[in-house]
T-cell receptor, first 113, second 114 residues
Framework: DAKTTQPNSMESNEEEPVHLPCNHSTISGTDYIHWYRQLPSQGPEYVIHGLTSNVNNRMASLAIAEDRKSSTLILHRATLRDAAVYYCILRSTDGGSNYKLTFGKGTLLTVNP | NAGVTQTPKFQVLKTGQSMTLQCAQDMNHEYMSWYRQDPGMGLRLIHYSVGAGITDQGEVPNGYNVSRSTTEDFPLRLLSAAPSQTSVYFC?????????????FGSGTRLTVV
């Protein structure tokens, strides 16, 4: 499986934008980029996903580099509720393991009031 | 819209006991799966199902059984609990196994085997 690299931790202030980076230099053309987050003592929560183009939804935006070797999850105005571990995950359309989510260590986001 | 509901939220078992972790979804999702989360290990896939009557093994299936008799329910059975099965268990569902869809997770069952 293609691997992702994320910073271990990041810090932000409330109501400021947050840019969470993810490197995936070995990404293949059929890999989707997914982001999940996990709040303390809760299950993972789907945030957003994309293939090639930038994506927006009510929770966040996903900016994908032109060469697709990196992506950035953007939280436009961080709130205290956004404090969580954020996971960047690649999912392929090829092969028999496209159902599986492979969680790495993710980025622990701290939001300061 | 309840999403994915897991019961119980907490459970303590003695070694050798059996139990069933319940998972139900009300979104008519085709795909359902079970993960376990251990400190420092991330989430690991136990079993999954691509539809009623169809199940398959994930990465760590030993000691667990599943069945999928309805679209809504996907229970996970621990046959003879062992301390190594102490973990937090999450059930997840999706419209399909396609990577063009996200997963909805339940809130988890925290299991301790003593």
């Amino acid at each position: 499986d293609a691997k992702t690299t994320q910073p271990n931790s990041m810090e932000s202030n409330e109501e400021e934008p947050v840019h969470l980076p993810c490197n995936h230099s070995t990404i293949s053309g059929t890999d989707y980029i997914h982001w999940y987050r996990q709040l303390p003592s809760q299950g993972p929560e789907y945030v957003i996903h994309g293939l090639t183009s930038n994506v927006n939804n009510r929770m966040a935006s996903l900016a994908i580099a032109e060469d697709r070797k990196s992506s950035t999850l953007i939280l436009h105005r961080a709130t205290l509720r956004d404090a969580a571990v954020y996971y960047c995950i690649l999912r392929s359309t090829d092969g028999g393991s496209n159902y599986k989510l492979t969680f790495g260590k993710g980025t622990l986001l701290t939001v300061n009031p | 819209n309840a999403g994915v509901t897991q019961t119980p939220k907490f459970q303590v078992l003695k070694t050798g006991q059996s139990m069933t972790l319940q998972c139900a979804q009300d979104m008519n999702h085709e795909y359902m799966s079970w993960y376990r989360q251990d400190p420092g290990m991330g989430l690991r896939l136990i079993h999954y199902s691509v539809g009623a009557g169809i199940t398959d093994q994930g990465e760590v299936p030993n000691g667990y059984n599943v069945s999928r008799s309805t679209t809504e329910d996907f229970p996970l059975r621990l046959l003879s609990a062992a301390p190594s099965q102490t973990s937090v268990y999450f059930c997840a569902s999706s419209v399909s196994r396609s990577p063009n869809y996200g997963y909805t997770f339940g809130s988890g069952t925290r299991l301790t085997v003593v």
